[in-house]
């Protein structure tokens, strides 16, 4: 009897030691409160910057730059006086968007089907685990002869950057559409995965025409590693997983080589919004620019769609210079008919505009690089729902995932169209 208690509480205390690293160990956001600053005076910016810059208690969703400014701040609990200190002492506005982020991510788990659920249980009322998102692509694959599997190489942990491309007939333009760069914005593979399965099995004629008239080019998980993490480690994680001293992760949408380094982007590890150690330094984002090397021209891709959330916003570029986009006017009036098909979709409202005037000035992301060095002059990023202060930030009601899809292919109809009526798409007149 002895032995046998004495063998089990080596057993317990193993397991206690063996814990530290298990998913036991995912992280939590018990009590941490979002908020919403109003920035007043030029002390208020200063004071702001200087807070994002010290302490890695508060969580920034944009930056402090301007008085007359609203942002938001996501504070950890055991801040949650110094943050009503800070706020009272300096005469500013905060209004509690969300008590306690962990309810949220509780709440949202029981939309989240297991990691073994098999393709055949797919839909677009639940997120799924990466598994089944790979699994639901093969099955694409191997129903439909026009569909096939894209390779764009292997994430810094191994797992594959998996696509899919449509085709139905030879001699049509490509349009990529690159979804799931940023790990937590869980909205955007789904998005995408539903994109394909209208592609492929809607009889909407004005899908079909989509379907038959383009080719497409999809990555619904391009930052996979960071996307397992998400439903494994942090619910809130952005970056990839790739470790740079004592913290991890780049952000893949500041690492490809456009003004790299450049505004509203960091060369500091810990940070969010982390360019790397030099332009392409991370397998994910050099895949994109390896691929397009490799097709943008051969395969006539002249489209290119870059899925996030949040925010509710249709951006085309410059993300790091207000100068004018070559096509400005033109990438304007099909963002314009694009958030106006949104509206009529469901009633949502989504700004369009360049990068910089709509959300903030950023360096090095995918869509000015693919503009900037391929001949593709449609391109956009689209931050999807909810609204710019929504309270839930990424964790989108599974409610939500259906409505925000089907405004989206709808904006796809109707920004195809107009690009057409523009005059993009005649290759032989390039
Ligand atoms: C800040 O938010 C408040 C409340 O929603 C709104 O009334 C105000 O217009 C916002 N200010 C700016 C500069 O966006
Ligand atoms: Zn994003």
């Not at 982007?265 to 330094?281: I, N, P, Q």
């Not at 943008?296 to 870059?306: C, E, V």
Request: charged share 25%; hydrophobic share 35%; net charge negative.
């Amino acid at each position: 009897m002895l032995d046998k208690s004495i063998i089990l509480l080596s057993l317990c205390l193993i397991s206690a030691v063996m814990s530290c690293g298990q998913d036991e160990n995912k992280a939590r956001y018990d009590n941490y409160r979002l908020v919403r600053l109003t920035l007043k005076t030029t002390d208020h910016v200063d004071l702001l910057q200087e807070l994002e810059e010290e302490s890695d208690s508060y969580t920034f969703y944009g930056h402090a730059l301007r008085p007359d400014q609203n942002l938001t701040v996501l504070v950890a609990a055991h801040k949650i006086y110094e943050m009503q200190d800070i706020v009272e002492r300096n005469g500013m506005d905060c209004t509690v968007l969300q008590p306690n982020i962990q309810k949220l991510i509780d709440d949202e788990d029981s939309t989240v089907k297991s990691k073994n659920t098999p393709a055949s249980e797919f839909d677009w009322d639940h997120y799924f685990h990466l598994e089944t998102i790979f699994s639901w692509m093969d099955k694409q694959i191997a129903e439909n002869d026009f569909v096939e599997a894209l390779h764009l190489g292997s994430t810094y942990e191994g797992l594959p950057i998996r696509g899919l491309k449509i085709s139905k007939k030879s001699g049509n333009t490509g349009i990529f559409v690159e979804a799931g760069i940023h790990a937590r914005e869980w909205i955007s593979p789904a998005v995408a995965t539903y994109l394909i399965d209208q592609l492929i099995h809607s009889e909407d004629p004005e899908v079909v025409d989509l379907a038959e008239n383009f080719d497409w080019y999809f990555v619904p998980v391009l930052n996979a590693d960071g996307y397992k993490y998400t439903f494994e480690k942090d619910r809130l994680w952005r970056k990839n997983t790739k470790p740079y001293g004592r913290c991890k992760g780049v952000d893949l949408n500041r690492n490809f080589d456009i003004h790299w380094s450049g505004t509203g982007s960091s060369t500091k590890k810990c940070t969010y919004d982390f360019c790397g150690s030099k332009a392409f330094s991370e397998p994910e984002a050099l895949a994109v620019k390896l691929f397009l090397d490799e097709f943008a021209n051969k395969n006539k891709i002249q489209t290119y769609f870059s899925l996030h959330s949040f925010s509710q916003l249709y951006m085309f570029p410059f993300g790091f210079t207000t100068d004018r986009a070559r096509n400005y006017d033109d990438l304007k009036k099909i963002g314009e008919k694009a958030v106006e098909a949104i509206k009529n979709t469901h009633g949502k409202i989504y700004q369009t505009g360049s990068s910089i005037e709509t959300i903030y000035p950023n360096s090095g992301d995918s869509m000015d690089f693919v503009y900037s060095n391929y001949n593709i002059p449609i391109v956009y990023t689209i931050e999807l729902r909810g609204p710019p202060e929504t309270p839930t930030l990424f964790i989108l009601p599974a409610a939500e995932i259906k409505p925000t899809c089907e405004e989206i292919l709808n904006s796809f109809i109707a920004a195809l169209k107009e690009a057409r009526q523009l005059g993009y798409y005649k290759r032989d007149e390039l």
